[in-house]
């Protein structure tokens, strides 16, 4: 047991980053649905390549997308909008009437009002005389007003005005019937009706016309929501099958064109295999064949990561990154899929690679995205298109954002991201149905919005970084701005380092860039890597302005102290300023174990008799373990080294270069870092090209 616990002690980095892709593996599976999957992929146009079908139950046809929507049209064209009569409508317009017809009598005969001459009066119980020439008139006028509301005044909006031909559901009380809108009357048609009253002498009809006039009113109108709600009842009742499927039925022979009519009953027996109830035993041999698939996709990322890049697997944090990057895709795909599976190519997969690439390489962001992708597709429908359309687009949104500081490649990148999709999904469409009918807008309407939804890539990022203490691109541009207040006290009080540290960011970030390095990572490395010389910077000669060298008044171990201490200053600086642990690392190995060898042989020369400690006149690193910082290392050398050429002729140059850095490689100093002799000459080169344009000699003039 004791033994036990020590091994536990001495590799928990290792247990606890195994224990992170079991969790990983246990989130992934439980959010998979658990329900019967048909085995067997199939694509309308395509030859059926696997054994003959034949149905293993009785079930329905089930009638295409494009057949219920032909139908839903046809209900569309077909249904009868439902307008409300209103009998109670024509007698408050005939009282109205009667009293607008007594107010203008009394005004135009300057008679009294006659109490007598009322609606109820003159059309209930017939009291006053029926001879009179006004009662006459008012009775013309209201057997006018009765045979207009009796057809109906409609009210019609939008585009009934323009279906005169429409069939109506006119529905009077508990009654209803179809009419046609043309049989009824408007508030135009109506007021035509009156205005072509004839039997009326002009002093009538000027009398009478107006008060018609001001009586007609809408006693049709249309119900919205009863119309709607029969609409929709019948959209409902759209029978969604189409025949029988008998069980031992042949459903396709191997061989045999998967025509539109075989797809859709195999559509439909895989609908019906999927929908139906497991026992307990399905349900758990389903689940140990989802571990089994999701443990092979992450152990095959587990093998490519420690085959190519041991020093992410050994770091903690970056799995962790990784896999929560990976999670997230998984997760948001499986919520999506158990809201509408018909939306999920609105989730935004492109953004995986592009966050994996602003931390990591091609190759990393690549391969995760692949794996990522695989694990969905085995919940997805149709999951060789699915894997086959993200895998093209996630591959065109690693090459095309090159430099996620640049805004303006990331708006091309979502452009061409949304261009490829399109792309392949109608070249996909048009190969399975061959011709364009078959290319859904919705699809194409998900796709442009997964392309835009990347633009939450730089917010993402941020968020990513703040999580996981991890430097991106972005911040690695925000970090060699010359402006940030540790570099301009930089400026200010070392100004000679600062010139130094500029001229060897320029040499490593051409240098990265010619062997295939993250060029700014090495820049930003290189901008810090001496800002430990703040705290004694008169110490280092680049800073001295006079004469006057303060090592002329101390010893030499002690310059050496003072000299080998500017690594460790520089650590400490910098994790006051909270610079991230990639950039220290360029300032802990930018000397490696060399020795500061101008004070250790000054010593030896002035103190023959005295013992020596070679590891007291030595940085204590560590080596250089990357390709960065092991340029870093070498271009610090020999951009120091040329300075103090006292004639920087291109021969003398090319020999300090093949001097310095053959010196390091000799010490071994670069045994740790995956840089290969092929590189490193072709550094020389570089070098001494550059440094030779730096020092060249100039004409007086």
């Not at 009654?175 to 004839?198: F, G, Q, R």
């Not at 006693?219 to 709607?228: F, G, M």
């Not at 010389?533 to 003072?562: C, G, R, T, V, W």
């Not at 045994?671 to 007086?700: G, P, S, W």
Request: aromatic share 12%; hydrophobic share 45%; with cysteine.
């Amino acid at each position: 047991m004791k033994n036990i616990l020590i091994k536990i002690r001495d590799n928990h980095e290792q247990l606890f980053r195994i224990f992170l892709f079991l969790l990983t593996l246990a989130i992934i599976v439980y959010a998979f649905p658990r329900q019967a999957k048909f085995k067997y992929e199939f694509t309308k146009g395509k030859p059926w390549m696997h054994e003959t079908i034949i149905a293993p139950f009785d079930f329905s046809i089930l009638k295409s997308s494009d057949e219920i929507k032909r139908e839903q049209a046809i209900i569309h064209s077909e249904h009868t909008p439902i307008f409300n009569y209103n009998a109670d409508i024509f007698q408050l317009q005939a009282e109205k009437y009667v009293k607008e017809f007594e107010e203008k009598w009394m005004k135009d005969k300057n008679v009294k009002k006659d109490d007598k001459f009322t609606f109820f009066n003159i059309f209930k119980q017939k009291k006053i005389d029926n001879t009179t020439r006004k009662h006459n008139l008012a009775v013309f006028g209201y057997d006018k007003l009765k045979l207009i509301y009796e057809k109906g005044i409609i009210q019609l909006q939008g585009d009934f005005e323009y279906k005169k031909e429409l069939d109506i559901l006119l529905k009077n009380g508990s009654v209803a019937e179809k009419v046609k809108l043309d049989n009824l009357y408007s508030i135009t048609s109506a007021a035509n009706e009156v205005n072509l009253l004839s039997n009326l002498s002009a002093d009538e009809y000027s009398f009478l016309i107006p008060i018609l006039l001001s009586s007609l009113e809408h006693n049709i109108t249309y119900d919205k929501v009863a119309s709607e709600a029969m609409l929709k009842s019948d959209l409902e009742n759209i029978n969604s099958t189409q025949g029988l499927i008998m069980a031992g039925q042949i459903i396709v022979n191997k061989g045999e064109l998967v025509t539109a009519e075989r797809y859709q009953k195999l559509l439909s027996l895989k609908q019906q295999f999927e929908g139906k109830e497991w026992n307990l035993l399905s349900y758990y041999l389903v689940l140990l064949g989802q571990i089994i698939l999701v443990t092979l996709s992450l152990f095959i990322l587990f093998l490519f990561i420690k085959q190519y890049r041991v020093e992410v697997l050994n770091n903690t944090t970056k799995i962790s990154m990784i896999l929560s990057v990976i999670l997230l895709m998984v997760i948001t795909s499986s919520v999506v899929l158990s809201f509408n599976v018909n939306y999920i190519y609105v989730v935004p997969l492109c953004i995986a690679p592009i966050i994996l690439k602003a931390f990591f390489d091609n190759r990393i962001a690549l391969f995760a995205h692949l794996i990522t992708i695989l694990i969905i597709g085995f919940i997805v429908p149709n999951g060789f298109e699915f894997v086959f359309l993200q895998l093209i687009a996630g591959i065109v949104s690693i090459l095309t954002v090159l430099k996620m500081y640049k805004r303006s490649q990331l708006f091309l990148s979502v452009a061409k991201i949304i261009g490829v999709y399109f792309l392949i999904y109608i070249s996909l469409s048009i190969t399975y149905d061959g011709s364009f009918i078959g290319i859904d807008k919705g699809v194409l309407f998900q796709l442009a919005i997964s392309g835009a939804l990347t633009f939450f890539a730089y917010p993402i990022i941020f968020l990513f970084e703040k999580i996981f203490s991890l430097v991106s691109d972005v911040s690695l541009l925000e970090l060699t701005d010359t402006n940030s207040v540790l570099l301009r006290r930089l400026s200010e009080e070392a100004p000679g380092t600062f010139q130094h540290s500029l001229q060897v960011a320029n040499l490593a970030e051409m240098a990265a860039l010619e062997i295939g390095a993250n060029a700014l990572l090495t820049r930003a490395g290189a901008v810090y890597h001496d800002i430990g010389k703040l705290k004694n910077p008169m110490y280092f000669i680049e800073n001295q302005s006079s004469n006057l060298n303060p090592h002329d008044e101390i010893e030499f171990d002690e310059s050496a102290d003072i000299i080998i201490n500017h690594v460790l200053d520089g650590i400490e600086i910098a994790k006051e300023h909270n610079l991230p642990d990639e950039l220290i690392d360029f300032i802990r190995t930018h000397h490696g174990t060399t020795t500061v060898q101008y004070f250790y042989k000054q010593f030896i020369t002035n103190f023959p008799e005295k013992e020596v400690d070679i590891m007291d006149f030595t940085y204590p690193g560590p080596k250089p373990y990357s390709k960065e910082t092991a340029i870093l290392m070498m271009a610090d050398s020999a951009e120091a080294s040329a300075r103090s050429l006292k004639n920087p002729t291109a021969e003398n140059i090319d020999v300090l270069i093949e001097r310095v850095i053959n010196k390091q490689i000799k010490e071994n100093q670069f045994v740790n870092a995956d840089i290969t002799l092929k590189e490193i000459t072709q550094l020389k080169k570089l070098f001494k090209k550059k440094l030779v344009n730096i020092h060249h000699a100039r004409v007086e003039y």
